[in-house]
């Protein structure tokens, strides 16, 4: 299927624990993003690439590893979840930084015990 | 203080009503403003996007900036049920195109 796309929808896990989250688009989009979702926060940037190998940190990157050697994935990685990562997180992909869409998938619901 | 101040409601309207939804920005570097809808437990989708003041209609939807007083406003003409939604603003300075995000303003039209 065309578009953006995130796996798992859900998932629960303890603390300690590594997770990581799959995001995966099939425009070919040089920028793809990372944002967590939070009530009474809106959305926050974790970490964004502007093209594969090419990661730089957001707002709130601490926690959160990232990767991108393949143009169309950008995996997001908690080394070892804590209760405050519990969140929504959103991949969203874009292609020429100043007239081109930003993308959103469809959130990955994360809960940590 | 956040770069981008919106209002997180609710706004509860009745169908037909005129909704005005607004953000202030502290950046004058800002140059691009969005308006993203999100319904509930789903990604967002752009709605409205504008480059530097002015205003931009789009069917039932109007988006005007205001440079001079950093305020963002999102009009919506006849508003429906399936308006519904959250309602998110964003802006985004040229150098680097990546938008800063309002909270969001829970949006709710009753029939």
Redesign the interface.
Known sequence: DAGITQSPRYKITETGRQVTLMCHQTWSHSYM?W?RQDL??????IY?SAAADITDK?EVPDGYVVSRSKTENFPLTLESATRSQTSVY?C?SRGS??TD???????TRLTVL | QKEVE?D?GPLSVPEGAIVSLNCTYSNSAFQ?FMWYRQYS??????LM?TYSSGNKEDGRFTAQVDKSSKYISLFIRDSQPSDSATY?CATAS?G????T????TSLIVHP
């Open positions: 993003f944002y009474g926060h809106g959305l926050r940037l964004y957001g959103f969203a930084p100043s869409t930003q993308y959103f998938g469809p959130g | 919106q997180p691009y437990r789903k990604g967002p989708e752009l996007y998110l040229g680097s195109y990546i938008p995000f309002g909270r969001g």
